[in-house]
């Protein structure tokens, strides 16, 4: 790769980042495209991330992924929102327009429903109601992306039960709680999809029994380290079709290098399978 004086910046912002993923998708993309530009990772100290946001307007950068801790404050720092950003609370993608303005964007929702496209390509998401395991900002934006998409019901399972309700009283009356362990929550579930946090500690168990979910549900794990988490695994267990959090990480990607870089990434760069050998995973 050739950097130049016309090189397109483009970064992911959080803390920690040295684990993200996501410079190696968009520079295997840049590579394969031949596009002069670059993708990097940049880490934001504590409290400032606004006068991050501040020294970019006026498009030194042309844009930046957000990931955790700023999802939330990234949509407070941008001066317009889109409408799936204000849904989801969040906002995962930042473009520096080279007036000075700020535009916060979530893509999470789309990659999300690009990930069940891909791997259960049958499934719709108005097929039934959706169990969401954890009440977190990815929680949010799956119950904003499903709805959007014509889900019937979200039943939102969380550790901490006032979190649930907060997340529910956003949405009304198509979103409500339930309690961890009921098993009558899944019994007409057409999918579960677990945005818990905790499937990132080693050997950590699934959320819930799964017995009782329908043979025709579809479970899907945010979590993509590990790959084949103890919820898929259960899930594979009961004989439902999986989904993983891999093709979500690229379906988010995928309209932000779009944004960054003016086109689609290109056909035929096997991102998933350079992942996947990073990930220690078999293609
Ligand atoms: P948050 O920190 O906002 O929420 C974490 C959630 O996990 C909360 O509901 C929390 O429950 C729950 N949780 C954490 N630890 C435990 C535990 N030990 N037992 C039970 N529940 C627990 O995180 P996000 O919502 O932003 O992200 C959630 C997950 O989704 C992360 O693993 C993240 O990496 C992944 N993600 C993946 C994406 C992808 O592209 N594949 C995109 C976005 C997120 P409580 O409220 O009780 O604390």
């Not at 906002?91 to 891909?118: H, K």
């Not at 799964?210 to 898929?232: I, Q």
């Not at 690229?250 to 996947?276: C, K, N, T, W, Y």
Request: glycine content about 12%.
């Amino acid at each position: 790769m050739t950097l130049t004086a016309a090189t397109r910046l483009a970064a992911v912002v959080g803390r920690p980042i040295r684990h993200s993923l996501s410079p190696v998708l968009h520079n295997a993309w840049l590579e394969a495209a031949g596009l002069d530009g670059a993708y990097v990772a940049l880490s934001v100290s504590e409290g400032r991330f606004g006068a991050f946001v501040d020294a970019l307007r006026g498009g030194s950068l042309t844009g930046v992924n957000v990931t955790l801790p700023f999802k939330t404050e990234a949509l407070a720092a941008a001066d317009i929102a889109s409408e799936r950003a204000l849904a989801a609370g969040a906002a995962n993608l930042l473009l520096f327009d080279p007036d000075g303005q700020v535009r916060a964007d979530n893509t999470d929702g789309e990659g999300l429903l690009y990930a069940f496209a891909r791997q259960a390509p049958d499934f719709r998401p108005d097929h039934g109601p959706l169990v969401i395991f954890g009440a977190g900002g990815a929680a949010r934006g799956a119950a904003a992306a499903f709805l959007a998409a014509g889900c019937p019901e979200v039943r939102i399972v969380n550790r901490t039960r006032s979190r649930a309700e907060d997340l529910a009283s956003l949405f009304g009356q198509k979103v409500r709680v339930g309690e961890p362990g009921d098993r009558s929550l899944l019994e007409d579930a057409a999918a579960l999809v677990n945005a818990s946090s905790a499937g990132l500690a080693e050997g950590a168990p699934p959320p819930q029994d799964l017995g009782s979910a329908p043979a025709r549900a579809v479970a899907m794990d945010m979590t993509y380290r590990p790959l084949r988490t103890a919820f898929l695994a259960a899930a594979e267990g009961r004989g439902l079709r999986t989904v993983d959090g891999l093709d979500m990480l690229i379906g988010q990607a995928i309209p932000s290098f779009e944004a960054f870089f003016g086109q689609p990434p290109p056909a035929g760069a096997d991102v998933r399978g350079r992942v996947l050998r990073i990930l220690g995973e078999a293609t």
